[in-house]
């Protein structure tokens, strides 16, 4: 019976210890969280800090004792914390990166929006984006507004045409001069008579 209780306490001794220590860590997080954030509120009822210094520190510190909790109760079941510093920069790397692309892509869409409502242009106004000290950049008749790109109509002085797609940011971006379309066809009108 002892050899047997012996070897129980034997196979039951790392376990029982490692979640005890993962208790341990927990609780010793919980009070020191606790700790802070009364330590905090007496700062704040003693000295005029304003809540919205407060607030932001409170929630900051409680987030950093629990991601430190997290580390070492992870380390304690043996994951490397420089393993999981390295999955979580890469993680952030990636989505910076893919916040980055899709940034353009949401302003364009947001310009379409402003574009529509506000309507500094509509379809067949002649437009011209301006760089500063009056250099153009691109000059054409509007011929289509979609989500993403304005499609202007330019013509050459030999006659020829090119389409050109002017991202919708641009234009919240630069100077525009804009020709009203029946300006426009009232000032050829004019010249042809």
């Not at 790392?14 to 509120?41: C, H, S």
């Not at 520190?57 to 914390?81: H, P, Q, T």
């Not at 989505?95 to 364009?108: E, K, Y």
């Not at 437009?127 to 289509?144: C, F, H, M, N, T």
Request: proline share 4%; hydrophobic share 55%.
């Amino acid at each position: 019976m002892n050899e047997s209780l012996l070897f129980l306490s034997q196979q039951w001794r790392a376990p029982l210890l490692l979640g005890l220590q993962v208790l341990l860590i927990l609780l010793i997080a919980f009070v020191l969280q606790r700790l802070v954030v009364r330590g905090l509120t007496r700062l704040g009822s003693h000295y005029p800090l304003p809540p919205e210094l407060l607030l932001p520190l409170r929630g900051g510190i409680r987030w950093l004792i629990i991601g430190g909790a997290l580390i070492m109760v992870l380390e304690r079941f043996g994951v490397s914390a420089t393993v999981l510093w390295t999955a979580l920069s890469g993680f952030v790397a990636v989505a910076a990166v893919a916040f980055f692309a899709i940034w353009s892509v949401l302003s364009n869409l947001l310009c379409a929006v402003l574009i529509m409502a506000v309507g500094p242009f509509r379809l067949g106004d002649l437009v011209e984006l301006v760089e500063s000290a009056d250099k153009p950049i691109v000059k054409g008749r509007v011929i289509d507004i979609n989500l993403l790109y304005t499609t202007l109509e330019e013509s050459s002085e030999g006659g020829t045409t090119a389409i050109v797609q002017v991202p919708n940011s641009l234009f919240f971006q630069k100077v525009l001069r804009r020709w009203r379309g029946t300006d426009i066809q009232a000032h050829i009108h004019s010249t042809h008579e």
